[in-house]
């Protein structure tokens, strides 16, 4: 059981992106993006294919050096691996016919950065069962990992992460190629991990709608500039618009978020079909 977080702890950030800026190849890739993660909280990193999301995680776990600024976690600059951060990468390829258990590869995560195999322990064995229990992963912890569908084998790489304990859980676009029902228990089960176990959650994703029911904060990326806040707080016509460059309008319909390109007379009438959904 996690034990209880101290009031002021939970108001400390566990993570500060301060003034960061990277150029890869000659182009600005990030622009003095800042913002801050705290305790239990849930944070969507949003934004178009191309916009930075990758390259800023890249920046935060300290894989991608910045030309400007720096990176904060538990207030310590974070200057290579760092245990208290858990990572679920963009693309992860399982071969179907590899000889590894969902319980196995959520063991890799205790010791797999170790050299020689591991000495099986009851210690071990408990915290991989415990795991597997906190992500609804025990039915399938037996299957090869590779069998298992797009959502499973997504909970098993969230168990995979979070069994080191880490402050701090970053996600690369987990819920690409998932279908609408898994897509929704993932961010369901991320939502309640990061409140039974206080920590903070960072996922990236094109499209907010999913998020949009747990999701305590926003960081929102375009052309390698950023806004945060609350939903409410960036998803406007004049924060966006600024953060792009260029007038967009941002419409609800049908209890989705449009944010779209060009002008429109009425802000209340639903997008055209010929502006661009952005």
Do not use: C, W
């Amino acid at each position: 059981m996690t034990p209880p977080i101290h009031p002021e702890d939970a108001l400390r950030e566990l993570l500060r992106v301060e003034g960061v800026s990277v150029t890869l190849a000659g182009r600005q890739i990030l622009e003095n993006v800042s913002f801050g993660l705290r305790a239990g909280e849930f944070t969507g990193l949003i934004g178009s294919n191309g916009s930075g999301k990758t390259t800023l995680l890249r920046v935060i776990l300290g894989l991608q050096r910045a030309d400007a600024g720096q990176v904060l976690v538990l207030g310590r600059p974070n200057t290579g691996r760092n245990r208290s951060i858990g990572y679920v990468p963009q693309k992860v390829l399982l071969d179907p016919d590899m000889p590894l258990r969902a319980r196995d590869l959520v063991a890799l995560g205790i010791d797999g950065h170790r050299f020689g195999f591991p000495l099986p322990s009851r210690q071990r064995r408990d915290a991989v069962e415990a795991m597997l229990h906190a992500v609804d992963a025990e039915r399938f912890a037996d299957a090869r990992v590779g069998t298992l569908s797009g959502g499973e084998q997504q909970r098993v790489l969230i168990a995979h992460a979070l069994i080191g304990r880490p402050q701090l859980l970053l996600l690369d676009e987990p819920l690409a190629n998932l279908d609408l029902r898994s897509g929704q228990e993932v961010v369901s089960l991320l939502d309640r991990i990061a409140d039974e176990q206080q920590i903070a959650v960072l996922l990236s994703a094109h499209e907010m709608n999913p998020l949009l029911p747990v999701i305590d904060r926003i960081v929102y990326l375009a052309g390698g500039r950023a806004a945060s806040g609350t939903t409410d707080e960036v998803v406007r016509d004049e924060v966006l618009s600024a953060l792009y460059g260029y007038e967009v309008h941002v419409h609800t319909l049908h209890g989705r978020i449009l944010v779209v390109a060009g002008p429109t007379e009425d802000p209340a009438t639903p997008p055209d079909a010929s502006l661009k959904v952005i």
